[in-house]
């Protein structure tokens, strides 16, 4: 269990890029950086409006001397430093994070980064190589993936209670992009709209690429073969871009997969769900109840599973915070991320390969994984919804 106690010598010192006033993740990565000691926050570039970034990174407490125009900036001036920054967060639209995470790491920064990664395999393969030739981490945020009872699901999988893995059910979908509105008027969705600052997908790669992470997560040994996507445009000021997109997935050892994801379903508040039916049993986790797995073994009766309870597992009880008694959520999760993400740091730093092996967080194969999702999704929708081989 984390009880707060200190879990590295120091704090790594750390900038923002991105994350500001009007952004809808910047308190989320900081929720989740500041909740352990594990990062001090000493710069940012946080706003492409430079005096209200400036403003804003004063009001978190930073410098007003260390909060910068852009990235460039932080970057060269952080440098001339003897207490620079050591690890930034890339906040920023998807359109900007190659160039950004490649010039992170050529000054010797270690990154984390919004999903997706990047537009393409291609790029991500390059953050990889030049990250393991400069000796860095790559992590990305994968939000509720941290939540402790996802790796109990993780957990009773590997322990064979579910038996063979027949079906992967995921879903991750809501209702606030049910018409053009919020793409005129919402800064923060307008970008998410625009092919050439979000990429080719919408809520592909803005949704389905949590829940997708989370069944790799869960299921770290099965494969796609094939997928089949077919995606629509029902607010059609959106074409090409999906707001709607049912994914069809064959996998290596004969299961098969769904995937239903949405910014238009009218109505619906917390959509992610993930469910995986084995030859013995499912077990199904919401996000509307994140603390609950629900476990249902054939022939037996249902059990709840209760996150922080004595029965779980001790994978499960590593990113535990709270006890059972309370509720968890979202922020604990990203806490569980960027916590997990320092210690892989620092293990890095250290030259620590042994505990670096051991660590679960969502690390640059976990980004270039994602990358990998959206290319053969749109790849099958574009060649008119027809089953592609899993490149």
Known sequence: MNNGEKKMERS??????????????GYKHRSGALRDRTYELVAGAFDIDSERGKSFGVNLGVDKNRCYDDYQTLIEE?????????VVSIATPNGTHYEITMAALE?????ICEKPLVFTTKEAE?????AEQQGLIVGVT???????????????????????????????THGYAGNSQGDKDNAAQKWRVDPKIAGPTFVIGDLSIHTYYISKLVLPHLSIKKLLCDRQSFVGSRYPLEDNAYVLM??????VGRMWTSAVDSGQ??????????STGSLEWWDSAPNELLYQPQGAPNQTLYRGAEYLDDLAKQNERLGILHQEGLTEAWGNIYLNIALAIDAKNRGDEET???????????????????ENCVASADQGSQWVEYQ
């Open 12 to 25: 790594l010192r750390w900038g923002m890029i991105g994350g500001g006033r009007t952004s809808q993740v």
């Open 78 to 86: 952080e440098a001339k430093r003897t207490d620079c920054v050591e």
């Open 107 to 111: 000054a010797g920064l270690h990154v």
């Open 126 to 130: 390059e953050i990889k190589a030049f």
């Open 142 to 172: 994968y939000g509720y993936s941290g939540n402790s009872i996802i790796l109990q699901m993780r957990s009773m999988i590997e322990q064979n209670k579910i038996g063979d893995i027949h079906l992967v059910e995921m879903q991750y």
């Open 250 to 255: 064959h996998y290596d050892n004969g299961a």
């Open 269 to 278: 508040m917390d959509g992610q769900r993930i469910r995986i039916v084995g």
């Open 356 to 374: 670096l092996s051991q660590l679960i967080y969502p690390d640059i194969d976990s980004g270039i994984e994602g990358v990998r999702w959206i």
